[in-house]
């Protein structure tokens, strides 16, 4: 697949075929993705945790659901009638609900300080999604775990120095591959000076 | 450009071309591209500050090196006879001397807490590194800039509450492409367990 197709089509798949496996090599495959992501002073902190076993995922599942109960709700407050809101919401809810049905759970850790490392962490990630994109599989972006995420550590045995950036769901979509909504470029790029538009395009 | 392939070969390019220019329509190619990343619920908080103006790459480029002295002397200290980290190192000078130089640099900014925006902002960062790849663009991830960030926004009239999360130069490399060395997959990845290895592959 074409890196601006890749780019272009993936989007938060929150809807994932719970019955449909995900090889082993694949998970490995967008593992190894990730690890190509710069990372300071090519530091390459990041430990990717791959969760298979049904028992953990259900356990990460129900904390997951937990932690997103009052995101749920502020993102409510702050719909406003927005029908672009109200749907990724009610994705949104639905993923609460199924997380833990996902074939793979995958969660980014390192050591190293909040604030600091994430420079280190979130390019691997986004390498990740663009992989899964061109083997067909889905996945989304969450951090709400780390509301509990010393009961998220204690499911897998993760020490706890070591943060736990990002709940990864991954499978086969349900849905349509599409390119997301987004602002175009010329509304948030900045030429020489905060504020001042780009050229037009030519 | 196959996206597995810009993957793998998107790696720190820290000699970039100062005379051959960048157009502008590759420019916000590549900062489209990095639109397209997930932000949380979907809030797309980063601005993209594009510096093209001489004297402001310039003094840009006065700053970082000012910031870049006491990191090197990290580097340096812990190098401990390392060819790799010797040869980082040399690059890194090279661009602590350089930076201004770049055709473009690039500065992704959001409001937001560092610790918390850090996810809506590296995905992106991400996407613009491999589109600039597939253009042969080169380009690196820095972020010692913001020991003195309050003169970087002084240079750009960036208001006070934001954050200018990276110094990204970018340009026509003067190096070849090639994969940057990494740790292989199966030592970066604990299956179901913490420090439990993957099955092989295959």
């Given at each position: 697949?074409?890196?601006?197709?890749?780019?272009?089509?993936?989007?938060?798949?929150?809807?994932?075929?719970?019955?449909?496996?995900?090889?082993?090599?694949?998970?490995?495959?967008?593992?190894?993705?990730?690890?190509?992501?710069?990372?300071?002073?090519?530091?390459?902190?990041?430990?990717?945790?791959?969760?298979?076993?049904?028992?953990?995922?259900?356990?990460?599942?129900?904390?997951?659901?937990?932690c997103?109960?009052?995101?749920?709700?502020?993102?409510?407050?702050?719909?406003?009638?927005?029908?672009?809101?109200?749907?990724?919401?009610?994705?949104?809810?639905?993923?609460?609900?199924?997380?833990?049905?996902?074939?793979?759970?995958?969660?980014?850790?390192?050591?190293?300080?909040?604030?600091?490392?994430e420079?280190?962490?979130?390019?691997?990630?986004?390498?990740?999604?663009?992989?899964?994109?061109?083997?067909?599989?889905?996945?989304?972006?969450?951090?709400?775990?780390?509301?509990?995420?010393?009961?998220?550590?204690?499911?897998?045995?993760?020490?706890?120095?070591?943060?736990t950036?990002?709940?990864?769901?991954?499978?086969?979509?349900?849905g349509?591959?599409?390119?997301?909504?987004?602002?175009?470029?010329?509304?948030?790029?900045?030429?020489?000076?905060?504020?001042?538009?780009?050229?037009?395009?030519?």
């Amino acid at each position: 697949m074409d890196v601006f197709e890749a780019i272009a089509t993936t989007r938060a798949m929150r809807r994932l075929d719970a019955g449909r496996p995900v090889s082993d090599a694949d998970v490995l495959k967008v593992v190894e993705a990730a690890t190509k992501a710069p990372t300071g002073g090519n530091s390459q902190p990041v430990r990717w945790m791959v969760v298979r076993d049904p028992d953990k995922r259900r356990r990460l599942g129900e904390i997951y659901q937990a932690c997103w109960a009052p995101v749920h709700d502020f993102y409510a407050t702050q719909a406003d009638g927005s029908p672009d809101v109200a749907r990724m919401l009610r994705s949104a809810d639905h993923l609460g609900e199924h997380m833990g049905d996902a074939p793979v759970l995958l969660l980014p850790c390192s050591r190293g300080q909040v604030g600091q490392a994430e420079a280190s962490v979130f390019p691997a990630v986004q390498n990740l999604f663009l992989a899964a994109r061109a083997l067909g599989l889905g996945t989304t972006l969450t951090t709400v775990h780390r509301l509990q995420e010393g009961e998220v550590r204690a499911v897998l045995g993760i020490p706890d120095d070591v943060t736990t950036w990002a709940m990864i769901p991954m499978g086969y979509p349900t849905g349509r591959w599409a390119e997301a909504p987004r602002r175009p470029v010329a509304e948030v790029t900045y030429w020489d000076t905060w504020k001042e538009p780009p050229p037009s395009r030519g």
